[in-house]
Nanobody, 125 residues
Framework: VQLQASGGGLVQAGGSLRLSCAAS????????MGWFRQAPGKEREFVAA????????YYSDSVKGRFTISRDNAENTVYLQMNSLKPEDTAVYYC???????????????????WGQGTQVTVSS
């Protein structure tokens, strides 16, 4: 599967952005989808994930309550709605697809086999 992320930009603290990740191929609904981010000088970190059905979602503590991940399997797209943005949310955001079949959720980079190119989110104070 090929992934194309978009929707990043510059926003003031407290503002909102919605990221999109369009997937190619007819097997999108068979993948767990996730969002990661990488700030300058830091390692890539898990942000959110969503099960194939879209019913169950998972978040890092740093974004819980502010970000919402969702997916549209008919449109082969996963979204990340980001509200109440903070300067520390500034990073390149990546979407990723995982064939994870466990009972919890994939939160490590190695658990994702496909990655988008990243989209820059900058939050000014």
């Amino acid at each position: 599967v090929q992934l194309q992320a978009s929707g990043g930009g510059l926003v003031q603290a407290g503002g909102s952005l919605r990221l999109s990740c369009a997937a190619s191929g007819r097997t999108f609904s068979s993948y767990f989808m996730g969002w990661f981010r990488q700030a300058p000088g830091k390692e890539r970190e898990f942000v959110a994930a969503i099960r194939r059905s879209g019913v169950f979602t998972y978040y890092s503590d740093s974004v819980k309550g502010r970000f919402t991940i969702s997916r549209d399997n008919a449109e082969n797209t996963v979204y990340l709605q980001m509200n109440s943005l903070k300067p520390e949310d500034t990073a390149v955001y990546y979407c990723a697809a995982s064939a994870y079949a466990g009972t919890t959720y994939p939160s490590q980079e190695y658990e994702y086999g496909y990655w988008g190119q990243g989209t820059q989110v900058t939050v000014s104070s």
